[in-house]
């Protein structure tokens, strides 16, 4: 069934998920409300509107395959991060019955979907226009966040698992590249893993330099308000190192014509909450390169690697060499 409803037209799906969505926020008391499509990309996203500005939200339907842990992790760090600081992120919100997450199921959407809702930042979205400014506030939200993650801890029970060196030398299957790359490609891509895990190892994986991270920190996940950066799109959050974030951020800016001072102005703002150490720029690369290693993972794991897929991979071992020649 999972395979008809993914071939069904777009329109077919979104008015299926809109019906899904009605019975979710029946959960919540919000029957008699107005809401709209957002996106279908990773999971189905509705903004929810009840004419009260203070009571306006976003309807998360996960995908069919969601792991329940994950999302779990998502919404305890937002509820923590709500309860223990200032930032303005997307605050989960409970059921008339007290849950966080809700299942939900109707005929035509194929199994049971956890669905959440979770409070509306609002903001605009910029990306081209970021200014050494913005970089600044981003710089300083981020180090929140990472401060926030020094203490925070998961319930035992999800407890992600430890992105350490020994999990990245393990990352790849090298049967899977062969098929796709030359040994010589294989072989930069063996020197980036060793890099990362050199570096890791050095590090070392106390709550100084690692703990929650949001994962996917891109500009097309922050929104400006006030002169303020807010983020959302935690979905994706899981143990890693706080240079993972930065990293992350930083290969979206540095190539633009003000990329240094933009870098720049990023590192100042979070050096104005949280201190980074002096050798912080050196290694910021290498997880860049554990970002190129992650891409070529992801890739690795659909099932057409022509075309666009194929594109993709050449690129991200392109990043991955243009790292390496700078060690």
Same mark, same amino acid.
């Given at each position: 069934m999972m395979d008809r409803f993914e071939q069904l037209p777009d329109s077919e799906k979104i008015e299926r998920y809109a019906r899904l969505a009605q019975k979710a926020l029946s959960a919540y008391g919000l029957s008699d409300v107005g809401f709209a499509h957002l996106q279908t990309s990773t999971h189905a996203t509705f903004e929810v509107t009840t004419g009260d500005p203070s009571r306006h939200y976003a309807l998360r339907i996960c995908r069919a395959e969601w792991p329940y842990d994950m999302l779990q992790r998502e919404i305890l760090w937002l509820t923590s991060l709500c309860r223990d600081t200032d930032l303005v992120v997307p605050e989960p919100m409970l059921s008339t019955d007290g849950q966080l997450i809700r299942k939900v199921a109707i005929a035509g959407v194929p199994g049971f979907r956890l669905c959440t809702l979770l409070r509306w930042v609002d903001g605009e979205q910029r990306n081209s226009e970021l200014t050494a400014e913005?970089?600044?506030?981003?710089?300083?939200?981020?180090?929140?966040?990472?401060?926030?993650?020094?203490?925070?801890?998961?319930?035992?029970?999800?407890?992600?698992?430890?992105?350490?060196?020994?999990h990245v030398s393990q990352t790849l299957n090298e049967d899977s590249l062969l098929s796709l790359f030359t040994e010589t490609q294989i072989d930069t891509i063996r020197q980036a893993i060793a890099w990362i895990g050199r570096t890791m190892v050095e590090l070392g994986s106390g709550s100084a330099v690692a703990g929650a991270i949001h994962g996917r920190f891109t500009?097309? =996940?922050?929104?400006?308000?006030?002169?303020?950066? =807010?983020a959302i799109g935690f979905g994706h959050c899981r143990w890693g190192y706080y240079l993972y974030d930065i990293?992350?951020?930083?290969? =979206?800016?540095?190539?633009?014509?003000?990329?240094?001072?933009?870098?720049?102005?990023?590192?100042?703002?979070?050096?104005?909450?949280?201190?980074?150490?002096?050798?912080?720029?050196?290694?910021?690369?290498?997880?860049?390169?554990?970002?190129?290693?992650?891409?070529?993972?992801?890739l690795l794991s659909e099932s057409d690697l022509t075309g666009r897929a194929s594109r993709n991979l050449d690129r991200e071992h392109a990043v991955l060499q243009s790292l390496i020649e700078t060690i």
């Open positions: 913005n970089l600044n506030r981003i710089g300083s939200t981020l180090a929140t966040l990472h401060a926030h993650a020094t203490t925070f801890r998961w319930p035992d029970e999800i407890e992600p698992s430890r992105r350490d060196a020994t500009p097309s =996940h922050l929104r400006f308000a006030n002169g303020d950066a =807010h990293a992350t951020l930083r290969r =979206h800016v540095v190539s633009r014509e003000n990329g240094v001072a933009l870098v720049a102005a990023l590192l100042d703002g979070y050096r104005s909450v949280r201190a980074l150490p002096d050798d912080t720029e050196n290694r910021i690369p290498a997880f860049s390169a554990l970002q190129s290693i992650d891409r070529i993972r992801s």
